[in-house]
């Protein structure tokens, strides 16, 4: 345990090097589990990560799920939108592109384009569920040759985490009255971040010879809506400056080929640096 922790320190400590860029982003809009989260609670979850997120002036992409646009999910949605965040698809039903076929593919965004409509009002944006783009060259091609019909920018990430594991644990901790459960799996969880950012940051520089500017994967859940705030705090402590996803993508990185085949959801710098 102690060497673990003391590699996490070595990452964090060597990150904190020279300045970085990261762009906020979050997946399964309106509000993630809506099966363990109601309506209101999932507001509550947009309105509190919406608060954060204007603390530290931070403009997100958030990427939703078609058929979650219920009735009584749309004020979530349209609280972000109204925040002055990006909403972007992700598909309608949040299917593994790797289990579908391409044809499948294209009839989810389209569906997913239509339902969203009212609310892309600063671009066209896609998010892969599960970053799975395509296990073969052919399928990745067909799905650029889908995205690009329909006038969408793939957002990939630059920075994968497990968040959403870590909310499934404090949920669970939270539904059974174990506070300090779920202080222990916040703690755990930051630290996670904390880790993942740094060891990203350092695969850029030692694969690319270069920082990018980051895309970090989030979801819009309720672990992030009662500790996003620490994680950005930590950022802003070690001199990472906020951008939209829309100036990340401006960076060279996100317009490479993936050298990838295979299963696997990976971050960007993974993607295009891989070697079999």
Do not use: C
């Amino acid at each position: 345990m102690r060497s673990a922790i003391a590699a996490i320190l070595l990452l964090v400590l060597s990150a904190r090097a020279e300045a970085a860029e990261v762009a906020i982003t979050l997946d399964d809009l309106p509000y993630a589990v809506p099966a363990r989260v109601g309506p209101e609670q999932g507001l509550d979850i947009v309105e509190r990560i919406n608060r954060t997120l204007a603390a530290y002036d931070v403009t997100a992409m958030g990427f939703a799920i078609g058929e979650k646009l219920v009735p009584e999910a749309l004020p979530a949605l349209q609280a972000f939108a109204e925040a002055g965040h990006t909403v972007a698809n992700h598909t309608w039903s949040h299917p593994d592109y790797d289990k579908i076929t391409a044809a499948a593919f294209g009839s989810e965004v389209e569906r997913a384009d239509t339902a969203l409509a009212p609310w892309m009002t600063g671009g066209k944006f896609f998010r892969f569920p599960f970053l799975h783009s395509g296990a073969t060259a052919e399928k990745r091609a067909a799905a650029a040759e889908i995205l690009a019909a329909l006038g969408y920018r793939d957002v990939p990430v630059s920075i994968d985490d497990d968040d959403f594991q870590y909310n499934s644990d404090y949920m669970a901790a939270l539904a059974a009255g174990d506070a300090e459960a779920a202080r222990r799996i916040a703690a755990g969880y930051l630290a996670h971040m904390k880790a993942q950012t740094a060891h990203f940051r350092a695969m850029a520089r030692e694969r690319l010879g270069r920082d990018v500017k980051h895309i970090l994967l989030l979801h819009m859940n309720r672990i992030n809506a009662d500790h996003l705030g620490e994680l950005l705090a930590w950022y802003r402590a070690e001199g990472w400056t906020f951008i939209t996803a829309q100036e990340a993508l401006t960076d060279p990185v996100y317009g490479m080929e993936s050298r990838y085949d295979g299963p696997k959801g990976l971050s960007q710098i993974e993607r295009v640096t891989w070697t079999p």
